[in-house]
Structure formats: structure tokens, C-alpha cells
């Protein structure tokens, strides 16, 4: 009874460890899809001249994770809500989202200065703007990377480590 209760808790740990680890893998992986997505938004808003709800729908293309789920319900609101602004839109797919997303706070506050300036502005301004969020971005994925390659071994053994010393001391 005692050997299958120490299993059950270092397995715990583990479990734990490396859904942590995967948090930190996951962040790099959804910024790089999400500076894919809002190139080609740029692309839809400056050349195509399509509505902002469409091309945001577009940008998310086939995008099956996380990330594309956000843009077509950012989509969604804008298209469903026509008095939504940009920014409320995605605030409200954020919080919809916010589980899924393995964002942290600078994605989110640059997403919304995006979203306040999305529409507000010519063509023009938007597209230098949509390049300033884009390098910024590009600057917390780089930030993101480092902490993915420092983390991710330290939360598994960590994870593991910690579930074999909780199991010797309830033993």
C-alpha cells in the first residue's frame, strides 16, 4: 500500500514538473505563430484593403491551436459586435482565451496598443505600427527562448526530484 501511494505521488510531481516545463515550451511556439499571423494581417490590411474582421479571420488562416482560435474570435467580435473597437475585441477573446493562450503580461499589453491603434489610423500608420508591435514581439520571443532553454530541464527534474522527497518522507 505504502510502495503504490510513493508511486502515486512521485508521479504527481512529474506530472507537475513537466506540465510546467510545457507552459515554457509552449509560449516561444505560440509568439512565432502569432508574429506569422499578424505579418500576414499587415499584408490583408495594407494591400488587400480588407475589412479588419476579415482579414484577422484570414491571417488565422488554418491555424488549428490557440493562437488561430484567438484570432477568429477576435474576428468573430468585430464582425458579430460591429461597435466594438479593435482593442475590445481582443481583450474580450483574451479573457476567452486566456487558459489556452501561454501569453504573459508584455504580449498582452502589446497586443492591446496594437489594438488601440488598429483602425484609428491611414493605412499607412498602421502598417509602421504593426511593424513596431511585430519587433517588439520579436524581442519577447527571443526573451521567451532564453527562459524556455533555462526552465524547462530545471521544472522537470524539479517535478521529479520533488515527488521522490515527498514520497521518502511520507515512507
Known amino acids: 500500500m505504502k510502495l503504490l501511494g510513493s508511486a502515486m505521488v512521485v508521479a504527481a510531481g512529474t506530472g507537475l514538473g513537466f506540465s510546467l516545463a510545457q507552459r515554457y515550451s509552449e509560449r516561444p511556439r505560440q509568439l512565432g505563430q502569432l508574429i506569422g499571423c499578424l505579418t500576414a494581417l499587415g499584408s490583408y490590411v495594407n494591400y488587400a484593403a480588407l475589412p479588419l474582421a476579415e482579414a484577422l ?8 491551436s490557440p493562437v488561430g482560435d484567438f484570432l477568429r474570435r477576435t474576428a468573430g467580435n468585430l464582425a458579430d459586435r460591429g461597435w466594438l473597437s479593435p482593442r475590445e475585441a481582443l481583450e474580450e477573446a483574451m479573457d476567452a482565451n486566456g487558459r489556452t493562450l501561454a501569453w504573459e503580461r ?6 492591446l ?3 488601440a491603434n488598429l ?6 500608420e498602421q502598417q509602421k505600427y504593426l511593424a513596431l ?4 514581439l520579436r524581442r519577447i520571443e527571443r526573451e521567451a527562448l532564453m527562459l524556455r532553454d533555462q526552465n524547462v530541464k530545471l521544472y ?10 515527498a514520497a521518502i518522507l511520507l515512507v
Not at 508584455?106 to 497586443?111: F, M, S
Not at 508591435?133 to 517588439?136: A, G, I, P, Q, T
Not at 522537470?156 to 522527497?165: D, I
Open 57 to 64: 479571420a484570414r491571417a488565422a488562416g488554418g491555424l488549428d
Open 106 to 111: 508584455p504580449e498582452r499589453e502589446t497586443l
Open 113 to 115: 496598443l496594437l489594438g
Open 119 to 124: 483602425g484609428a489610423t491611414g493605412r499607412e
Open 133 to 136: 508591435v511585430l519587433e517588439e
Open 156 to 165: 522537470r527534474y524539479l517535478g521529479v526530484c520533488g515527488g521522490l522527497a
